[in-house]
Structures are given as C-alpha cells and as structure tokens.
C-alpha cells in the first residue's frame, strides 16, 4: 500500500480519484456529497417489489429470467427470488470464455439446488477477441465488453419472448449501483460502450445470432435504463417497450457482509478463500483491477469498501486493512490475455479515456 499517497480521513479514497477534493477536516467530496431527500423506506421499496413480481407471475412459461454468473451477488439475487416468491426462473449465463472454476461449479449447485433452469451462450471467440482489442487499445480497458454484452444477451431474449408471446418475463439483475458504480473511472455505462464502438464492430455486434438489433437500438435510444434509478422515466419506457429490467439490489438492504455465508449455509455456495470476495467470477478481473490502480492509483474495491464505510458496514480500520488484498501488482493472467489478444503491453492504452 503506498502509505504516502493523501487519503480521505472518513472513507480510504485517496487523492488521485479524479476530481476529487478534500475540506479542512481531510474529508473528501464524496463522503460530503449531500444525502437524497425523503429516500423511499425500507417497506416501500418491498411493496413496489412486491408489485413487480406480482404482476409477472404466473405469466408465462417463466415468471423471472436472471443474470447468473455464479457470483455472490447474481446468485443471491435467484436465491432470493426463489425463496420469497417462488418463481420460475430462467438463469441466463455469458460465457466469455474466462469463467472462474468456483463460478462454474456455483452455477451448477444454485441451478440444481434451487430448481433453475440455465441457459449459456458462449460468442465466438474471435468475435469477443476483437473488441477485447479493440476497447484495451483504443481505451486501456476491456471489462466493458461482458458489463455491456450480458445485458443486451438478457435484453434480447426479453425482446424475442415479447414479440412471440406478447409476454416477457421480469429482467432480473444483482448489481449492486451503490457500490459498484465508480463515478469518473467506471467502464460499465452502455452509453461509454456505443460511444466507442466503430460502426463496423456495431455491425458485427448486432449480426450476433444472440443479439437483437432492435434490442440494442431501445438500450441505446434510452440511455441505458439499467443504471437509472427504480421509478424513472426510462425505466417505465423500457417496461412498455421490453420488460420490467431491475436491479434486485435496488430494493433490499443488500447484507454483503453476511450473504456469502447464507448462500454458503442454504445451497453449498462456495467463493475462493483468502481473496476479497468480489468478482472472482471471472479469471481476467484481477486484470481490470491492476489497470485501474496503475491509472487512478485505486481498484474498485477501495470505492466499494469507501461506500461500504459511508454506510456504516465497514470501518475505516477493516478497510485500510484489506487493501492487503488489493490487486496492485501485474497478475500473471495479463501477459496470457495479452498474448492471446496478440497484442503487446505497448499496445494497451494507459491515456485511454474511462467511463463518463
Ligand atoms: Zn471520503
């Protein structure tokens, strides 16, 4: 841990977050930012919930489709589901050809334990090679490949059952906005994805056999409702035009300091020992979080854990602490994926432009 970089005296953010600044207390700008006004209450976020899924049951052949990755959060989001409402679900997994060994076996245990059918789609290799090439030379990044295709994998098969049957089940995801979402250094954003596609990869993107243009073309003309807050506009306007697209997180009290050993204890779910717990699902995210530390000289998981101090879920001690963990060195899967890219470490962008 580089002990001389200046770090916010609440959360661990240090100074090289972008546009970050620091009042006379040491405090930084995003442990000042004010709080929402009237947030809805714990209850309200259950009722609306509870409305959704009501309205989706008993529909169709399945009631929920669920993005699977076999990762602590995907995964209880079905558990969840299963559990307090019983539904139908249909797991929908991208295969990008990196999938951990605890994600595959994961997904094996929370399908056949809880009585989930599961569909994979693994693209083409060389389709997927070519814009991992194309965002880490033009960008410095890659991860906004997966972040971007498994959504538009879920969207167009919402897409297709509406237009056969007139019915899409519920869109269900695990995304966890407050804690994932990186303000200035994020690579999730649809809009950051089409902004830096050329027109022929957006070509080759929506020639996909699993991908609907038309699909595509609503995620685009709406901004990318799945980062927007519950009740908004775009929101509503892909209901009408798609499906109901959630963020399961989006309306429970998400207990990430408990829900490994409660997946662990109800249905054999197992993460790696001694690692921090987030994203092991796939084997190239140590990769994402050594290009993040040696632009912005932070990972994510320094911004999830600061969020997780702001919420009273992690102290500032336990947060230094665990920066142990953090992926600050070259992992050796980053030469392998470089040379399989055939690329060079010369070729992957460091001024590339992040997020939005
Ligand atoms: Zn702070």
Known sequence: MAEDVKRCTRCILPETYPDIHFNEQGVCSFCSEPQAENPPSEKELKNTLDTIVRSHKGKGKYDAVVGLSGGKDSTYAAYYLKKEYNLRILGINFDNGYRSEYAINNLEIVCDTLGIDLLTIRPKKAFLNTLYRHFLRRNGEFCSVCNNLGYLLVGSFCFNQQRLHGYAPLAVGGWTKKYEYQPGVSVTSMQYFFNHLTPELFEELVAQPFIEEDAVRIFMQLNDPRQTHTYSATQREFKRLVSTFIQLPDYLPWDLNNMAQILADTIGWRQPPNGHGSHFDCALFPIKEFLKYRKYGLTQE??????????????????????ALDQTEEPDVYRKFLNELRLSVDDVNGDGEWSR
Not at 302 to 323: C, F
Request: hydrophobic share 40%.
């Open 302 to 323: 320094t911004i999830k854990n600061s969020v997780m101090i702001r919420e009273g879920l992690m102290t500032r001690d336990d947060a230094l602490k665990r920066m």
